[in-house]
Structures are given as C-alpha cells and as structure tokens.
C-alpha cells in the first residue's frame, strides 16, 4: 500500500491506497475496532485486480484523536470528503465488524456513491444478536492489542474459527498490529453506542453482500440473517471460520468479494 496523510476538515488521516488499472470503481475498506490498515494486508493482497482505500479511524494507527467525540454519521461524511480529494465519485464499501456500521451509515448517507456494499461479521447495531457476556467483556478493553500473551490466551474465545487450533495465526496477525492510544478504542466504543441501522435497513438501494463466519462468537451468524433479511438486494454466504475470516480465509473471502464486484448487475 502507498500510505500518506490527508488532511480533511480539520482531521488528519492516515489512509492507505491500493492502486490497480482497474475499470471498477475502488473498494473503500472500513475496518473493526482498534485496527490499523495494516491488519487489512493479508485480506488486500489476496483482492488482486481491486484497487482499495482504506483509513486509520481517528484516534487509531496513524490518525490523531479528535478533539470531539464522534458517531457515525460524522465518519461517514469524512470518508466521502476523503473521497471528493482523492477524485473518485463513486466507490464499492466493505465494512468489516465495527466497520460495518460505517459501511452501513455510509451507504444510507451517501446513497448515489455506494455501488456496491459488502458487510463482513457485522450487525445491524444495537439492537443485535448478542455475543456472550464473557466475550463482551473481553472487548471493552484493548488489552489484547497491546499484550500479546493475553491476545493468545483469549483469541480462540473472542474471534472463533482457526484461531481456536492454530496459535501460530495469532503471533502473524498481531505482526501488524500499530497501536496508537487507548482514547482511540474508547472514542470508536462511545461512538456506535446506542446506534442501529434496523429503522432504514430496507432503504438501501445496492446488492449488498452479507458475509458471516459460522463459529463467530463476537458476531454471531443470527446477525448476518439479519441483515440479508432486511436489506432489499442482499445475499448471504457464510464461511467456514470465525470473526476475522477476511484475514484468515483471506483466498476464499477474496474470491467471494471480487467475484461479487465483478458480476452483471442483472446477477446482483
């Protein structure tokens, strides 16, 4: 990825640009929680032929904290700010878990520059099938990025799938890891508290691609039900693995996501 720094109404970012000679309009990637770009790459370089933008979330990676709080509405509106400086009109979104609200805010906010949607272990909000106290709380707090021990105690719990036999994923996933500030985490927590995208699910208008791990303890698959229910031009395909199948399974999940960016609108 070629990675600068963009200023956009007042906020510095961090963003991340695969280029491809590509006819197709970019994938503009918002990712889960605490994330870096950089935890993206496996996923990214297995999506050959896309070209791809992705940003460090204020308060995470490389993106300064805000000075205010913020909820999606307001994210959704500097992504397409970031989009007007970079020059593209129009771009497919993949929002994966905390992303996919993003993705969800961005497609009902910005209707006509959403082609395509696609929402990885995500939900519909609050108002959502639940993960287990337990894992809830292993959540409210970033300890597992910044203690790599605890992260393989309890990536199997949290994430599911391959990560519950193969610890030696969990030392390669956290190889990306850039962690920037506590404030960060707590400031993307605050900001989809409360929210839901269940009161305007059947107002988007794009083939939308639902995609969610069958042992997903975060998530579970109920959430992904959900949402192809809902959304008018939504499928659902589930994978074989946990929460952060985009990383895991990132050569079938690519596959999946470019097959349904490339299809005739007529098959959407």
């Not at 890891?177 to 985490?185: F, P």
Request: charged share 20%; proline share 7%; net charge neutral.
């Amino acid at each position: 990825m070629e990675i600068s720094l963009y200023e956009i109404s007042g906020q510095t970012l961090r963003v991340g640009i695969r280029r491809r000679d590509d006819a197709l309009p970019p994938l503009l990637l918002f990712n889960g929680i605490g994330a870096n770009i950089e935890l993206l790459e496996p996923f990214i370089d297995a999506l050959d032929g896309h070209e791809t933008i992705t940003f460090d979330v204020p308060g995470v990676g490389g993106s300064p904290a805000p000075a205010l709080p913020y909820r999606p509405g307001a994210l959704a509106r500097l992504s397409a700010r970031l989009l007007d400086q970079l020059g593209h009109e129009q771009v497919d979104v993949l929002g994966v878990s905390w992303g996919g609200a993003l993705a969800q805010q961005f497609a009902f906010q910005h209707a006509k520059r959403c082609r395509r949607l696609v929402l990885a272990a995500t939900s519909p909000g609050h108002l959502m099938v639940p993960a287990k106290p337990t894992v809830l709380l292993k959540m409210a707090s970033p300890r597992r990025y910044k203690d790599c021990e605890y992260m393989k105690r309890v990536a199997g719990d949290v994430y599911g799938g391959v990560l519950r036999r193969s610890p030696e994923l969990v030392h390669r996933h956290l190889l990306h890891v850039r962690w920037s500030s506590d404030m960060g985490y707590y400031l993307q927590l605050i900001a989809v508290l409360g929210w839901s995208s269940l009161p305007w699910l059947r107002c988007l208008p794009q083939p939308t691609l639902v995609m969610a791990g069958t042992d997903d303890p975060l998530v579970p698959v109920a959430n992904g039900h959900i949402l192809a229910h809902l959304i008018p031009k939504a499928r659902l395909v589930t994978i074989d693995d946990g929460h952060l199948f985009l990383v895991t399974s990132a050569g079938r999940s690519a596959a999946l996501i470019s097959d349904f960016l490339t299809q005739d609108p007529a098959h959407s």
